[in-house]
């Protein structure tokens, strides 16, 4: 849950303080050690191009751990619309008051699937969605069971009750992604060994006395590098979210 809380324009400060402060506290003591640089310049490079190169290995294999969690709630979304629609189509074969009552719940259901989109995971607005959610599950179930019941040898419900417990496996699958963050170890490995790769860049800059421009871009080019990698897995804050676009299509074509 680290900086989940925060808006982006504070996380993106957050990162750029730590990040550049780290660069600029290395430029400082560089500059202090400026006279003797004959002696420290070339132990200081090594070290710096060691930790920078350690450090874009985190990075990329932070990046890379947010990107595909995203992808992977990217698809939930899909398939969730997917198999609520699926659902929705079978209710229609279904004998009345069975159907219209099944078709009134899956309707809420829906609206209810989007209002995950919108809300902070674990949060009390989320847990209430969750809530509501499982509720009318568990109401199109009875009437899944009943029409089941009533016609023990159709194909109809039969059908239908196969997609309805597809379409609940699928909830549980989203609810469970959007959960699923990149571990906290490893965003503070980011954090603190981009500091430190950035610090020693900032002393070798200092100590040769060029290049302080370069290093602060070099600075402000991580910090939103981290920025991404923490958008990535905030699902519904920030820049980058998910899209609930097939919900919101499956919604209108219920209308």
């Not at 194909?155 to 239908?160: G, H, I, K, N, Q």
């Not at 981290?226 to 979210?241: H, S």
Request: glycine residues 8%; proline residues 3%; aromatic residues 6%.
């Amino acid at each position: 849950m680290l900086f989940f809380t925060f808006s982006s324009a504070v996380l993106v400060v957050i990162l750029l303080v730590w990040i550049v402060g780290a660069t600029g506290a290395g430029l400082l003591v560089g500059r202090s050690l400026h006279a003797s640089r004959e002696h420290v310049s070339e132990s200081f490079g090594v070290l710096q191009a060691a930790l920078l190169g350690f450090m874009g290995l985190v990075l990329a294999f932070g990046l890379s751990l947010a990107v595909g969690r995203y992808q992977d709630r990217r698809q939930d979304v899909v398939n969730d619309a997917n198999a609520i629609g699926t659902t929705y189509l079978r209710a229609q074969t279904l004998s009345e008051p069975i159907r219209s009552s099944s078709m009134a719940l899956l309707v809420h259901y829906t609206d209810v699937e989007l209002r995950l989109s919108h809300v902070v995971p674990a949060s009390p607005e989320a847990d209430q969605a969750v809530t509501d959610g499982n509720a009318l599950l568990r109401q199109l179930w009875v009437l899944a069971t009943e029409a089941v019941q009533q016609q023990p040898v159709a194909t109809a419900p039969r059908l239908y009750e196969e997609s309805l417990n597809a379409m609940i496996d699928e909830q549980t699958v989203r609810v469970a992604g959007l959960s699923n963050r990149v571990p906290t170890e490893v965003l503070l490995l980011e954090l603190v060994g981009a500091a430190i790769a950035m610090f020693l860049l900032g002393l070798h800059v200092g100590v040769l006395g060029r290049g302080i421009v370069a290093a602060i871009l070099a600075a402000g080019t991580v910090a939103m590098l981290l920025y991404v990698t923490f958008d990535l897995d905030r699902p519904t804050r920030g820049l980058i979210q998910i899209p609930d676009t097939a919900l919101v299509q499956l919604r209108n074509g219920m209308d």
